[in-house]
């Protein structure tokens, strides 16, 4: 009875595991620093989704596009959702709705 040569056995890539923790921790719009968290998940999810083209012997790839899509959804939606909630607080303390949109645009044109 001849031995059967054992397969090698196939690891889950690290950089996909990152990038999905980082697109999950990117959707939660409280942390101050959730547009370089998203960019972070963005970044890891290419660089492992060719790190497994390239390595027959690792999996990850649905890991890493689900990373990849949290994080492009992280980094479209947040600031949508923070801008929101700033326009929300600003009408509840008595300013008109006008009145909020001048001053966010005159914050924005101080930012250029």
Same mark, same amino acid.
Do not use: K
């Given at each position: 009875?001849a &031995?059967?040569? &054992?397969?090698?056995?196939r690891?889950? *890539?690290i950089?996909?595991?990152?990038?999905?923790?980082? /697109?999950?921790?990117?959707?939660?719009?409280? +942390?101050?620093?959730? %547009? =370089? =968290? *998203?960019?972070?998940?963005?970044?890891?999810?290419h660089?492992? #989704?060719?790190?497994? #083209?390239q *390595?027959p &012997?690792?999996? /990850?790839? %649905?890991?890493? !596009?689900?990373? $990849?899509?949290?994080?492009?959804?992280? $980094?479209?939606?947040?600031?949508?959702?923070?801008?929101?909630?700033?326009? =929300?607080?600003?009408?509840?303390? %008595?300013?008109?709705?006008?009145?909020?949109? &001048?001053? $966010?645009? #005159?914050?924005? +044109?101080? !930012? $250029?």
């Amino acid at each position: 009875m001849a &031995n059967a040569p &054992n397969p090698t056995p196939r690891t889950t *890539n690290i950089l996909g595991i990152i990038s999905l923790i980082c /697109g999950l921790l990117g959707l939660v719009g409280g +942390l101050p620093s959730a %547009g =370089i =968290i *998203n960019i972070a998940a963005i970044v890891m999810g290419h660089m492992a #989704r060719s790190q497994i #083209r390239q *390595n027959p &012997n690792e999996d /990850g790839a %649905g890991i890493a !596009l689900a990373g $990849l899509i949290m994080g492009y959804i992280g $980094l479209l939606v947040v600031p949508l959702i923070m801008l929101a909630a700033v326009v =929300i607080v600003m009408i509840l303390y %008595g300013m008109s709705f006008e009145a909020v949109i &001048n001053e $966010l645009f #005159r914050w924005l +044109l101080s !930012l $250029l």
